[in-house]
């Protein structure tokens, strides 16, 4: 049901566009969920980046304040984090998360990998 893209390998400073595309989800269902962006790097759990509910509000882990801006498209069922400023510790497998209380439903992405060198 979510499909993640824009992830790859950029060098420290640089800035990637990660993509979440709710495919086959009803527009109730979208519009009424908390989409996430979790991340999980080697050896370590997975952590949550960012999050913003159905009413946009927003949240983020202390470490990517400031960097980091995820937002959402409801017409298109599209989640974004546009991450700037990248670290080497921003390294792991990005995934896309949806959480709708109101529906009861909720899923994950496949991930996608962002490798940030130093």
């Known amino acids: 049901q979510l499909v993640e893209s824009g992830g790859g390998l950029v060098q420290a400073g640089g800035s990637l566009r990660l993509s979440c595309k709710a495919s086959g989800m009803i527009l109730s269902v979208f519009s009424s969920s908390t989409m996430a962006w979790y991340r999980q790097a080697p050896g370590k759990q997975r952590e949550l980046v960012a999050n913003?509910?159905?009413?946009?509000?927003?949240n983020y882990s202390d470490s990517v304040k400031g960097r980091f801006t995820i937002s959402r498209d409801n017409s298109k069922r599209m989640v974004y984090l546009q991450m700037n400023s990248l670290k080497p510790e921003d390294t792991g497998v990005y995934y896309c998360?949806?959480?709708?209380?109101?529906?009861?439903?909720?899923?994950w992405g496949q991930g996608t990998q962002v490798t940030v060198s130093s």
């Open positions: 998360h949806s959480n709708s209380a109101s529906y009861g439903r909720t899923y």
């Open positions: 913003i509910t159905s009413e946009r509000l927003l």
